[in-house]
């Protein structure tokens, strides 16, 4: 029994490893062709390790366009994803323990509306939505990028809390009312700390999706000193003139930096089961 | 700022239970309700206006009535074949994307020196997202002389498809883009895991069930609100799935990969033809709206909540209130 | 615009209402207001920094699509112009793919920048819609310059007798060939002036049985360019002159013509004498393409794509004109804008943009920074500036040559697309695509182009 476990054991691994590799793969290959010689990286597709290594990919990239380096682009894209993020995981987590603890009227509806508005592509919700805009005089500025996520606009993330709040058992609120806790420092003093998971699974998401968006960055900012990391990116290729993919590609690995950095700092609160301690009592 | 709202918070006792419940509800959910009726219903609507309209953006809408509609139903063959396309999108790759997601949430759900580096690992695919690199980079993989037929023609069989522009293959090259990237319902798996007391699995220990009965009794039904969640997330997000066919195929070969938001894209904006694109995402919302429905009726047999968000309309039972005593 | 006053009114409606609601405030508020107005103090004190313009008050918005060397190139051209000339530009580049969905945008909030780059396909939705303005003022008071260029080359800058936009530039179709895979097959270059599609065939079969090396199938991705030149050949145009129509629907001879053509791709393709479709729509970048590696003997291309795939191949490729079909009576060669310099119905002063225009296509320094990138200039000065300019490379030198020889066959320069023709070229695009998989065959591809086209391009 014993061995047949070991054995087990180390297949489970083999795999686990092969199938990391397969998952890694196209992501290693980009990175060794970041570091090829941009002629060279097409014809030697094939090939993962560079014959000849060269950093001259991430000095060009690095320039950026016309004098607007590419850190330029990734200060704004800091800018707009961390405080995008920040406004949607604390206006999410409040509407979501909104819908997930009190019964109020038009609840349902509400929600159904909530379900109903990811249902519609984004593009088609476009042209609208910049009118508003342009109407608030917010158009140029990073304010349509970041203020809406402020209010909770993506139904996503509120479903994704009232869901995880939902799972919290009631009893909890009841003692703790029953201790003269208001709701509010119910809110804060016991859903939150059992949340987190939730929301460090939020903000990850919500970061990457910001750092990625680039429709609305489209939108709402013009100037190219303006530009996020996301629209930056695709501006190496153009199907009319030769693409300088080498350059692309060092600069989509940089672009990457942020979003590895803050998962591998926040997936630590995803092993401590904090929540388990809390349900005990 | 603490004080205010918890004084506004606590101002409800003194209220009848539906009006505090009323006043408290409205409280914490509205900051998103001015925004969400201004920012999204607004525009919602105003979309469904323009699907009765002719529109190229350039000039004023002009009204016309069911013209979009009727056009689509009964003239436009590519609508039909990207619905058909999508249908088989969703069908296939949201039922694996799930499973798959939820295995390596499973695996990964550990303390072990390995498991954070894993993590990583099998996160950073969905961290790429759309970009450029990703269409590049999976057009090497799977193209005649890519990394895929190279690792087949070693294991020993022989192959030289040219997988993304192959009328027969081409959607499953972007059927497997959409699952290697299945990061965001893994670690929603994994914080639902995370939030299954230990509790629960010591009782099964005592009991003596194995892994299998503990997964089936425990883990599955405990995971289920988290499940139905990823579920209908995943369904909405495949229906609308765009940028990977978008980004790698552009539709082709023989419009074999042009799914819906990606046809509907190029209606409004490449032939300036927003009034249909509006049209057509109105038909799609009710497409989608359809099936979330199915899936919101069917989960009262599957899914079991604590607390549920519907509690007081009295549908669903609380199916595991028993074990918990 | 009434209709945007209607959304608009709407949506203030809505929104007096939504701030009433929110009158009673929340916590949230009135934190993440503060924190926005952080971010955008911080955001305002990057652009500054960077571009040392802080809004709108006089600089000249210019637009275009574009790769990074495109995007330095223009920066670097208007900057200088910026220095001479006491302006400020602001610069809006973007990519390809999601340049006209901003402009589409943009349009509807009366926002348009003010010099747009604008391209065949989408000129005429922005001319006949009054976004774009007639630019025959300017080139009447002499704001823009066209002695250089002659009005016979603008031709294909008008819409609906409005000059949309300038063309920045020409291109044109070529056949174009490794001249060491022809020596090596022992064939002679053949004389372009006259020849059929049957003796293109013939020398690709030759080539192939001598070497084995095979011919790119031609123009699988833009089925447009191939059968354009096709119908040419015939004496008439793909499009009829007011946008409504194909003038040769009814004419048999040519839809049989053209459907023989795609006959023949096929057959060649079966025979391997053409590459297999899936492998050409495998390729990812001109690194992968067959003619640019050596692999194969010939291929269709736009003239502008031949000094980018020279390069790769470490050789000049040759450039012939395009064949005719087998019964055609003349030569199916065209030249097209490769895109434009317009100005929007938004600019506040299109008196100066119109001169920023005039540099771009006239003066010798921006263009010995822009070079070829946007096609082969229509200023007879600058091209022979660029005739003898040595950061020209041979095989641009040679582009340039070509565009000349065509020229001397071809009169004028191609109208834009007009309305509603991207959907028919697409529909095109896919009939072309289905008889190179075997799907149909040219009469069903044509009969079907017919008939959508129809239906398509008609305006109401």
């Known amino acids: 029994m014993k061995k047949r476990n070991k054995t087990g054991f180390v297949i489970k691994n083999i795999f686990i490893f092969a199938f990391a590799i397969v998952m890694i793969y196209p992501l290693l290959w980009m990175l060794f062709s970041s570091f090829k010689p941009t002629n060279t990286i097409f014809a030697t597709a094939g090939q993962l390790i560079p014959t000849t290594w060269t950093t001259e990919n991430y000095i060009n990239g690095w320039k950026g366009f016309g004098g607007v380096g590419f850190g330029t682009f990734i200060t704004n894209s800091l800018i707009i994803a961390l405080s995008a993020t920040l406004g949607t995981i604390v206006s999410s987590a409040l509407v979501g323990y909104g819908f997930a603890r009190f019964e109020f009227k038009g609840k349902r509806i509400l929600f159904t509306a909530m379900l109903l508005s990811m249902m519609l592509p984004a593009q088609v919700l476009m042209i609208p939505q910049y009118l508003w805009y342009k109407q608030l005089g917010w158009v140029n500025s990073y304010i349509p990028l970041i203020v809406p996520y402020c209010f909770a606009i993506q139904g996503f993330f509120v479903y994704l809390f009232s869901n995880f709040i939902g799972g919290i058992p009631k009893d909890l609120d009841e003692a703790a009312k029953i201790d003269g806790c208001s709701y509010w420092q119910i809110f804060v003093r016991i859903i939150l700390p059992l949340m987190v998971p939730a929301l460090v699974t939020g903000t990850i998401f919500s970061f990457m999706w910001r750092w990625d968006d680039f429709l609305s960055a489209l939108m709402y900012v013009n100037k190219s000193a303006m530009y996020p990391v996301s629209l930056a990116l695709k501006l190496f290729s153009d199907p009319g003139t030769s693409s300088d993919y080498g350059a692309m590609f060092a600069m989509a690995c940089v672009s990457l930096i942020p979003s590895v950095v803050l998962f591998l700092t926040f997936q630590r609160y995803l092993v401590e089961g904090i929540s388990t301690s809390g349900l005990k009592g | 700022m603490g004080n205010r709202s918890s004084n506004t918070a606590g101002n409800g006792r003194g209220l009848s239970k539906n009006a505090r419940n009323n006043l408290l509800g409205y409280f914490f959910i509205g900051p998103w309700l001015i925004m969400f009726l201004a920012f999204t219903v607004v525009p919602f609507f105003a979309s469904l206006v323009l699907s009765f309209c002719d529109y190229n953006m350039l000039s004023a809408p002009t009204f016309v009535g069911w013209d979009n509609y009727v056009k689509l139903f009964t003239e436009d063959r590519l609508f039909t074949k990207s619905l058909l396309i999508t249908l088989k999108f969703v069908f296939i790759s949201i039922p694996l994307r799930l499973i798959f997601a939820l295995i390596v949430a499973m695996i990964l759900n550990r303390d072990s020196k390995m498991v954070p580096i894993y993590r990583v690992v099998y996160y950073l695919p969905s961290i790429l997202g759309g970009s450029v690199a990703v269409s590049v980079l999976w057009r090497y993989v799977f193209a005649k002389e890519g990394v895929f037929n190279q690792f087949l023609n070693l294991i020993g069989i022989p192959c030289n498809i040219s997988w993304i522009s192959n009328k027969d293959t081409a959607l499953w090259c972007i059927i497997l883009l959409f699952i290697w990237q299945f990061g965001s319902p893994m670690l929603i798996f994994l914080a639902g895991l995370k939030q299954i007391p230990k509790t629960y699995y010591e009782a099964a220990s005592i009991d003596g069930a194995g892994k299998v009965v503990t997964f089936f009794r425990i883990t599955l039904p405990l995971l289920s609100p988290i499940f139905f969640f990823n579920l209908v997330m995943q369904m909405i997000g495949g229906f609308m799935v765009f940028s990977q066919a978008m980004i790698i195929t552009d539709g082709g070969p023989l419009n074999n990969t042009m799914v819906y938001a990606l046809y509907l894209y190029k209606q409004a904006f490449g032939y300036y033809k927003m009034g249909y694109g509006c049209a057509m995402a109105w038909i799609l919302m009710i497409i989608i709206g359809f099936f979330t429905l199915l899936v919101f009726k069917s989960s009262s047999a599957w899914v079991f909540y604590e607390n549920q968000i519907s509690e007081g309309n009295g549908k669903k039972k609380r199916k595991r209130g028993g074990k918990k005593a | ?460």
């Open chain 3, 1 to 460: 615009m009434k209709a945007q006053r209607i959304i608009a009114a709407a949506m203030a409606g809505a929104m007096a209402a939504g701030l009433t609601a929110c009158g009673s405030g929340s916590s949230t508020q009135t934190t993440t207001t503060g924190a926005a107005a952080t971010t955008k103090a911080a955001a305002n004190t990057t652009t500054a920094a960077a571009s040392g313009t802080t809004g709108d008050n006089g600089a000249i918005r210019v637009a275009w699509w574009g790769s990074q060397g495109r995007n330095n190139s223009t920066i670097e051209a208007l900057d200088a112009y910026a220095a001479k000339n006491n302006v400020t530009f602001s610069y809006e580049y973007n990519s390809w793919s999601s340049y006209f969905e901003t402009l589409a945008t943009q349009s509807v909030g009366n926002d348009l920048p003010d010099i747009l780059q604008m391209s065949t396909t989408d000129i005429i939705n922005y001319s006949k819609n009054g976004q774009v303005i007639d630019l025959q003022k300017y080139v009447d008071d002499g704001a823009i310059d066209i002695s250089k260029i002659g009005k016979d080359a603008l031709s294909g800058d008008y819409v609906n007798g409005a000059l949309a936009g300038i063309t920045t530039g020409v291109n044109t179709v070529t056949v174009a060939y490794n001249p060491d895979i022809f020596e090596q097959a022992g064939v002679a270059v053949p004389d372009d002036t006259n020849w059929t599609f049957s003796e293109f065939c013939s020398l690709a079969e030759e080539i192939y049985n001598k070497t084995g090396i095979p011919t790119e199938i031609p123009f699988i991705t833009e089925a447009r360019w191939f059968v354009e030149s096709l119908v040419r050949s015939y004496g008439v145009d793909l499009f009829s002159s007011d946008g409504n129509s194909l003038p040769w629907a009814d004419d048999s001879k040519v839809s049989a013509g053209v459907a023989k053509a795609m006959d023949q791709v096929y057959k060649e393709i079966q025979a391997g004498v053409f590459v297999d479709p899936e492998v050409m729509l495998g390729w990812s970048a001109t690194e992968d393409s067959y003619i640019a590696t050596g692999k194969s003997a010939m291929s269709y291309m736009l003239s502008n794509y031949v000094g980018q795939y020279s390069k790769v191949l470490g050789k000049d490729l040759g450039m012939l004109m395009l064949p005719k079909a087998d019964d055609g009576t003349t030569s199916g060669m065209y030249t097209n804008s490769n895109m434009y310099w317009c100005i929007s119905s938004n600019c506040k002063d299109p008196e100066a943009a119109a001169k920023v225009i005039n540099y771009l296509i006239n003066d010798e320094d921006a263009a010995k920074l822009i070079l070829t990138d946007r096609g082969i200039s229509l200023n007879s000065d600058i091209r022979d500036m660029l005739a003898k300019d040595d950061s020209v490379s041979s095989s641009d030198k040679a582009t340039l040559e070509y565009v000349n020889k065509v020229n001397s066959v071809v009169k004028g320069v191609n109208p834009p697309d007009p309305a509603n023709s991207a959907e028919a070229i697409k529909v095109l695009k896919d009939d072309y695509q289905a008889v190179c998989y075997g799907e149909a065959n040219g009469t069903d591809c044509m009969d079907d182009f017919i008939s959508q086209a129809a239906s398509i391009l008609p305006q109401k």
